[in-house]
């Protein structure tokens, strides 16, 4: 096993190059998971830990296939998701697939066989978060947890997702060249929490869960709401139950105001938003102003979707942006 450990004592990597059982049972911070090689051949695998103010978060990858078994931290709730995998997983006595999530209770027993090539992510959170957006949690009090089986794809976006806010980070701690400073970190683990809890409601919502009734003024208000919020955002970090709090409504609420008044998803308009910011830097120009430096800035981890969104929206990319910025100078 190799440990990398990055300048921020917030971030680090660990990549093994065998299967070591006993140097894998702390895979998820605050907790002890006992893992059992299940597939045969020569293991490799890399874990990914790192922590902000707010959110803890966990992410493996696996070459074989591995059962891990035992108990989650006692702080906080665990959303877990099932990113990648040459097969079904069977996770809290189901049958599951790539892109489902996991939701344990804090303390909660882990019980899950993970597939052939397999990756996975945990974030830990606390409930009080959850409840501010409007989640009931009334029935989460058991060790058995909840299997959300999210078949229709809606979280798709959010896997892609996963890679791209961590994979630059994986790539920082094994070449050193770069770390993700606090500000920066605690904006990756916001985007993916927002990810993963708007996923969820959604899903809920299109298996026919009953939601109170909204009227076109209300809507309107929970919109008008969240947007005088966001006017006073200048760096971009936007925390979701924050947002709820400011708009005055739970986030299933604030899914349905926005999509039936805007025609877009909260996350879709406040990506658009980012978006806009980075143009308008960019056009602004400036000695010194970078694309990469100025995309960071603004949440976008991923430099080279980024630059394929930012051209889909905009008919040109980045750099040729900033480029005639610095011409008509």
Not at 54 to 59: K, T
Not at 118 to 135: D, K, N, T
Not at 275 to 291: D, K, P, S, W
Not at 313 to 321: G, H, K, N
């Amino acid at each position: 096993m190799r440990i990398d450990s990055l300048p921020s004592a917030q971030h680090h990597n660990l990549e093994f190059v065998r299967f070591d059982p006993s140097a894998m049972t702390s895979a998820l911070q605050g907790g002890r998971i006992e893992h059992v090689q299940v597939e045969k051949g020569g293991f490799r695998g890399q874990m990914v830990h790192s922590s902000s103010k707010q959110l803890r978060v966990d992410w493996g990858r696996y070459s074989l296939a591995l059962h891990a078994r035992g108990d989650l931290g006692a702080e906080r709730l665990s959303l877990g998701l099932m990113v990648g995998g040459g097969g079904p997983w069977r996770v809290l006595g189901a049958q599951g697939r790539n892109g489902d999530m996991i939701v344990l209770p804090e303390g909660g027993e882990l019980v899950i066989t993970l597939p052939t090539q397999p990756q996975w992510l945990m974030m830990q959170v606390s409930r009080e978060r959850l409840e501010a957006m409007g989640i009931d949690l009334r029935g989460l009090r058991s060790t058995s947890g909840w299997h959300v089986a999210l078949h229709d794809g809606a979280m798709e976006q959010t896997v892609r997702e996963v890679a791209g806010i961590l994979t630059p980070s994986v790539a920082a701690a094994d070449s050193g060249s770069m770390a993700f400073d606090e500000a920066v970190l605690a904006r990756a683990h916001e985007q993916l929490f927002a990810g993963m809890v708007s996923a969820w409601v959604n899903q809920a919502a299109s298996h026919g869960e009953r939601h109170e009734a909204l009227s076109s003024s209300e809507r309107w208000r929970v919109v008008r709401r969240a947007e005088n919020y966001l006017a006073d955002r200048v760096d971009g970090t936007v925390r979701m139950d924050e947002l709820c709090g400011a708009a005055c409504t739970s986030l299933s609420r604030l899914e349905r105001s926005f999509r039936e008044v805007l025609g877009l998803s909260p996350r879709r308009y406040l990506m658009l938003r980012r978006m806009a910011a980075v143009r308008r830097e960019l056009l602004a120009g400036g000695a010194g102003t970078t694309v990469t430096d100025t995309a960071m800035r603004w949440g976008f981890f991923h430099l080279g979707r980024f630059a394929e969104e930012y051209a889909t929206l905009f008919s040109e990319l980045p750099s040729q942006t900033l480029r005639a910025a610095s011409l008509q100078r």
